[in-house]
């Protein structure tokens, strides 16, 4: 299912609540009670986080291993259930094999922080704990960092879940 939350229902949480508790959800995952579990593919890696701050804003990507694929910004801006398009979770697919190629690049993340402005975090969620690296995003975007693929990677998925949001299929 493709949806965009709107902030403006009268359901809504506060932006920064409803993006810290979805953001939380992923952090404190526990595979196995998602039914993820290590495939041939993906060994060590069932799912990544792409964070990028914007000012006082941050944007955070979560790709899973079953395709589970969502973007959401600390000002609200909710997309969930990407990976229920093709598109979008061959894009996915992508991203969590670049993660799974360079994890040995990785550092371990105990940490929960977000990226301050023109920063990116990119977060592999494994089997083992968490582990990150984090740049300028110029660096990663300008192909000035050795994980630049990942990011470039992560990038396409945003642009596949882009299309949607813009082209949202018909029912």
């Not at 792409?50 to 000012?55: F, K």
């Not at 899973?64 to 000002?75: C, Q, V, W």
């Amino acid at each position: 299912m493709f949806r965009r939350r709107d902030r403006t229902k009268s359901d809504a949480s506060d932006p920064r609540e409803l993006y810290d508790g979805l953001r939380g959800e992923i952090l404190d995952l526990d595979p196995a009670s998602a039914s993820l579990h290590p495939t041939p593919e993906l060994p060590r890696v069932w799912g990544a986080l792409l964070e990028t701050g914007y000012g006082n804003e941050v944007a955070t990507l979560v790709s899973l291993g079953d395709g589970t694929t969502s973007l959401y910004t600390t000002s609200g801006f909710v997309i969930i259930g990407g990976g229920a398009h093709l598109q979008v979770v061959s894009a996915t697919q992508q991203f969590l094999a670049a993660v799974e190629d360079s994890l040995d690049s990785f550092e371990p993340d105990p940490g929960t922080d977000l990226p301050s402005d023109a920063e990116t975090i990119i977060r592999a969620l494994t089997y083992d704990g968490r582990k990150s690296v984090r740049a300028p995003e110029e660096e990663f975007g300008y192909g000035r960092h050795p994980l630049a693929p990942i990011f470039h990677a992560g990038e396409a998925v945003i642009s596949e879940l882009r299309v949607l949001h813009d082209n949202p299929p018909q029912a």
